[in-house]
């Protein structure tokens, strides 16, 4: 379950499925506060800066947008929602987060949005 995985022209299909649910998370005002710091801090990568704030954050938008995360989960997995929450355990979830989170793509994809810092992932001066 990656989105570097993701080819040919399904990719649209993705791109335009994901904005809801991102969006929800995005425009949380309790995970905006999670995300006060805009910049990465001087001489840190910015993947590790974002793979950080995911680690902090990850219960509370884990609790709070249950949906969207199987949502988005389901759009870059290409599988039936229905048919994944059934067969879903707490080892195959965490297993299909952690595949998603070590994906350099979508890393790169939230920080590009600007979905997870609320801000540039560019490094402070």
């Given at each position: 379950?990656?989105?570097?995985?993701?080819?040919?022209?399904?990719?649209?299909?993705?791109?335009?499925?994901?904005i809801?649910?991102?969006?929800?998370?995005?425009?949380?005002?309790?995970?905006?506060?999670?995300?006060?710091?805009?910049?990465c801090?001087?001489?840190?990568d910015?993947?590790?800066?974002?793979l950080?704030?995911i680690?902090?954050?990850?219960p509370?938008?884990?609790?709070?947008?249950?949906?969207?995360l199987?949502?988005?989960?389901?759009?870059?997995?290409?599988?039936?929602?229905?048919?994944?929450?059934?067969g879903?355990?707490?080892?195959?979830?965490?297993?299909?987060?952690?595949?998603l989170?070590?994906?350099?793509?979508?890393?790169?994809?939230?920080?590009?949005?600007?979905?997870?810092?609320g801000?540039?992932?560019?490094t402070?001066?």
């Open positions: 379950m990656k989105l570097s995985e993701v080819k040919g022209e399904r990719v649209f299909d993705v791109m335009a499925d994901l809801e649910p991102l969006c929800k998370i995005a425009t949380d005002k309790q995970v905006k506060a999670l995300f006060k710091q805009r910049t801090p001087k001489g840190m910015p993947r590790d800066f974002m950080k704030r680690q902090q954050a990850g509370k938008i884990i609790k709070a947008h249950k949906d969207d199987i949502d988005v989960l389901c759009i870059i997995g290409d599988l039936d929602r229905a048919e994944y929450v059934g879903m355990t707490l080892m195959s979830l965490w297993s299909d987060v952690m595949e989170l070590s994906d350099e793509d979508f890393v790169s994809f939230l920080a590009s949005a600007n979905i997870v810092a801000g540039s992932p560019s402070s001066d």
